[in-house]
């Protein structure tokens, strides 16, 4: 598959790995926006939100979830994190596998741009 993210699941392509676990797999973004921005992705290839069905409800809850714990685990939670999932082009996705982003480690302003 030419999908990025589903070379990274299938570990073939390296990528810094700091979760996984049957459904998901999270990883430092290679072009971070601040200095702790993770990606939580599903081991399931979805393209992109619009293509999320209803069986689909709990895998994004559990990414949700893991990003919460990654946030403890990172020492972000009490000061604070965004959580953002981008669809589309307009919406700013260049990876074409839905993924999660957590970003931290510095005050994020509003609007983000």
Same mark, same amino acid.
């Given at each position: 598959m030419d999908c990025l993210f589903c070379q990274i699941v299938s570990k073939k392509v390296d990528s810094d790995i700091i979760y996984e676990d049957d459904?998901?797999?999270?990883?430092?973004? +290679?072009? &971070?926006?601040?200095? *702790?921005?993770?990606? +939580?992705? &599903?081991?399931?290839? *979805?393209?992109?939100?619009?293509?999320?069905s209803a069986d689909d409800t709990l895998l994004v809850g559990n990414m949700i979830q893991t990003a919460r714990q990654l946030a403890g685990e990172l020492n972000i939670a009490d000061a604070g994190y965004r959580l953002v999932l981008n669809t589309n082009h307009d919406g700013g996705q260049i990876v074409y596998?839905?993924?999660?982003?957590?970003?931290?480690?510095?005050?994020?302003?509003?609007?983000?741009?």
């Open positions: 459904e998901i797999i999270a990883f430092s973004d +290679i072009n &971070p926006k601040t200095p *702790i921005h993770k990606l +939580i992705v &599903p081991r399931k290839h *979805i393209a992109t939100i619009n293509d999320l596998h839905i993924h999660l982003h957590l970003l931290g480690g510095r005050d994020l302003t509003w609007p983000p741009g």
